[in-house]
Nanobody
Framework: VQLQASGGGLVQAGGSLRLSCAASGRTASNNAMGWFRQAPGKEREFVASINWSGGNAYYTDSVKGRFVISRDNAKNTLYLQMNNMTPEDTAVYYC?????????????????WGQGTQVTVSS
């Protein structure tokens, strides 16, 4: 599976961005998918995960109520809607696919990774 993340950019605090992650090579519709992020000088951290059908999602505490993960299996695409953003959300955001169908929050559970898209939130 090849993953191509897009939608990053520069936004002011309080603004919104929508990230997309297009999967190709083979379908990821039977696999859970997720978003991670890595800020400068920090380790990569989990942001959100969604199960194979899109019926269940899980978020890290810092983004709950602000971010929404979703997927369109017909388009083989994963999304992350980010609202009310803060400078602490500044990072490179990565999409990833697990080998299973259920939600996972550890990076070791993910097999395929996208190249990352830069998100910068100015204060």
């Amino acid at each position: 599976v090849q993953l191509q993340a897009s939608g990053g950019g520069l936004v002011q605090a309080g603004g919104s961005l929508r990230l997309s992650c297009a999967a190709s090579g083979r379908t990821a519709s039977n696999n859970a998918m997720g978003w991670f992020r890595q800020a400068p000088g920090k380790e990569r951290e989990f942001v959100a995960s969604i199960n194979w059908s899109g019926g269940n999602a899980y978020y890290t505490d810092s983004v709950k109520g602000r971010f929404v993960i979703s997927r369109d299996n017909a388009k083989n695409t994963l999304y992350l809607q980010m609202n009310n953003m803060t400078p602490e959300d500044t990072a490179v955001y990565y999409c990833a696919v697990t080998l299973g169908s259920v939600i996972r929050s550890t990076s070791q559970s993910y097999r395929y990774w996208g190249q990352g898209t830069q998100v910068t939130v100015s204060s």
